[in-house]
């Protein structure tokens, strides 16, 4: 179920709403899809542009949402098995800048979110009613473990959203 205000921090309003699907699974079932799509259908040439001075490139946007999914997952982890020692915040600009997106094609860092998102399902859907309830602390606020997961979603969405307006605004109809 979509998880109720009071379950997340207000940050996440940034992302949950974004997500259409009633349950967790659902939704990164459906995003996967979407987001791969998505992501195929931007051609290689494109991978490196940025729309603006100093912003990420196309890669750089994708790689900061396999990093955040790999980041939340780990702390729905934590949360579901009562693990509620407080994370530490992580900077996702140092991320995008160590990546070496360099040495990677737009292809196989899709391939690598393939990867991820389907460790996400797996690990979501092992997770009882219950466990999907717990809630910890992030560093932006406590956090519901099925909160989590429609913010990994989410988090997806408005990237997409943004790359869409302008990264290829006038470039490429994705």
């Not at 955040?68 to 800048?97: C, G, H, M, N, W």
């Not at 099925?146 to 997806?156: E, L, P, Q």
Request: glycine residues 4%; charged residues 25%.
């Amino acid at each position: 179920m979509l998880p109720p205000k009071g379950t997340y921090p207000e940050y996440y309003e940034n992302y949950i709403p974004l997500v259409k699907q009633s349950t967790v699974m659902e939704a990164l079932h459906e995003n996967k899809d979407e987001t791969l799509s998505f992501f195929e259908a931007i051609p290689e040439n494109m991978a490196n542009h940025a729309y603006a001075e100093g912003k990420w490139t196309i890669k750089g946007v994708l790689s900061h949402i396999i990093d955040t999914e790999r980041i939340f997952s780990y702390l729905a982890l934590r949360f579901a098995r009562k693990d509620y020692t407080q994370p530490l915040p992580y900077e996702q600009d140092d991320y995008v800048a160590n990546a070496e997106l360099e040495k990677r094609s737009l292809a196989n860092m899709v391939a690598e979110f393939k990867t991820v998102r389907q460790a996400s399902i797996s690990l979501f859907a092992s997770f009882s009613k219950e466990a999907l309830e717990r809630i910890g602390q992030t560093a932006a606020g406590k956090a519901s473990v099925n909160a989590i997961g429609f913010t990994i979603c989410g988090h997806s969405i408005h990237h997409i959203n943004i790359v869409r307006e302008r990264y290829l605004k006038n470039n490429f109809a994705v």
